[in-house]
């Protein structure tokens, strides 16, 4: 499965401008890619406070995302401000290449951010199939909690993270996206932004694809909008874990 990930700017609140940009973007990868992965609320940036931008599954970011799934024949991961139920939500989606998609909330919620003042947490794992591979998304802040991430008896092959983590904090990302390769025998993508943010916050990247021994596929260039794709392979992930079968001394466990 051919993955890309986009390292960006994120203009503030400007979902016109992010969309229009995005658009380019994803025309210029059709026919070389499966699948995109995007930041974190790649359409705003995290505008946690701002829920005027919030937009139920019938808004144009959907639709929009929809659209460019079917018309340039690939997967799109990210999230975005939901509302439902009169609720608000990080929103982290997946849409096919026919259009189908696939969501699941936020976890755990940015305290020192206020997040938790303004969203709901999710409840839900999101795992897919798609190529071949069982993809697990999750959303930033949640790379700080494995018992959410944990990989019980293989269940995905794939983990993948958008992110606005912040430059500040930028060594903790680079660890823990290690960590989670490692702990659960699988391949880890963590897109993150770059630039500065209307809060006046910088992030300058470290987006990452790496193995399941926390190897470097993709690395990025920092402070430095990016695109790069790699070509990941579900057989030698399998025979790897065959041959050195952690997951099957793992703990069993609910989550609750």
């Known amino acids: 499965m051919r993955v890309s990930l986009?390292?960006?700017?994120?203009?503030?609140?400007?979902?016109?401008?992010n969309l229009r940009k995005t658009e380019v973007q994803l025309a210029a990868l059709?026919?070389?890619?499966?699948?995109?992965?995007?930041?974190?609320?790649?359409?705003?940036?995290?505008c946690v406070d701002q829920l005027f931008l919030a937009e139920d599954m019938e808004g144009e970011t959907v639709k929009t995302l929809i659209h460019w799934a079917t018309t340039y024949h690939l997967a799109i991961a990210g999230s975005?401000?939901?509302?439902?139920?009169n609720k608000y939500f990080n929103r982290a989606f997946f849409v096919f290449a026919d259009g189908r998609i696939e969501i699941a909330d936020k976890?755990?919620?940015?305290?020192?951010?206020?997040?938790?003042?303004?969203?709901?947490?999710?409840d839900k794992h999101l795992i897919v199939n798609y190529c071949g591979f069982n993809i697990c998304l999750l959303v930033c802040y949640?790379?700080?909690?494995?018992?959410?991430?944990?990989?019980?008896?293989?269940?995905?092959?794939?983990?993948?993270?958008?992110?606005?983590?912040p430059e500040k904090r930028i060594s903790d990302w680079d660890i823990l996206l290690q960590a989670r390769a490692v702990e659960?025998?699988?391949?880890?993508?963590?897109?993150?932004?770059?630039g500065d943010d209307g809060a006046g916050i910088k992030y300058n990247g470290h987006s990452a694809l790496l193995d399941y021994?926390?190897?470097?596929?993709?690395?990025?260039?920092?402070?430095?909008?990016?695109?790069q794709t790699c070509e990941i392979m579900l057989e030698p992930l399998e025979q790897y874990r065959r041959k050195f079968?952690?997951?099957?001394?793992?703990?069993?466990?609910e989550i609750k």
């Not at 059709?30 to 995290?46: A, C, H, N, R």
């Not at 659960?184 to 770059?194: A, D, F, L, P, S």
């Open 245 to 253: 079968a952690v997951w099957k001394d793992a703990d069993q466990f």
């Open 30 to 46: 059709s026919g070389s890619t499966d699948l995109v992965v995007l930041p974190e609320m790649y359409t705003t940036g995290f």
């Open 213 to 227: 021994h926390a190897k470097p596929l993709l690395t990025f260039p920092e402070n430095e909008t990016s695109i």
């Open 107 to 122: 976890r755990h919620l940015f305290t020192m951010g206020g997040e938790q003042n303004y969203f709901s947490a999710g």
């Open 142 to 165: 949640d790379i700080r909690f494995p018992v959410w991430a944990r990989n019980l008896n293989n269940a995905y092959d794939l983990l993948i993270y958008v992110a606005n983590f």
């Open 80 to 85: 975005f401000i939901a509302v439902e139920n």
């Open 6 to 17: 986009i390292q960006d700017n994120i203009h503030w609140a400007d979902k016109t401008t």
């Open 184 to 194: 659960n025998q699988t391949y880890i993508c963590g897109v993150n932004r770059v």
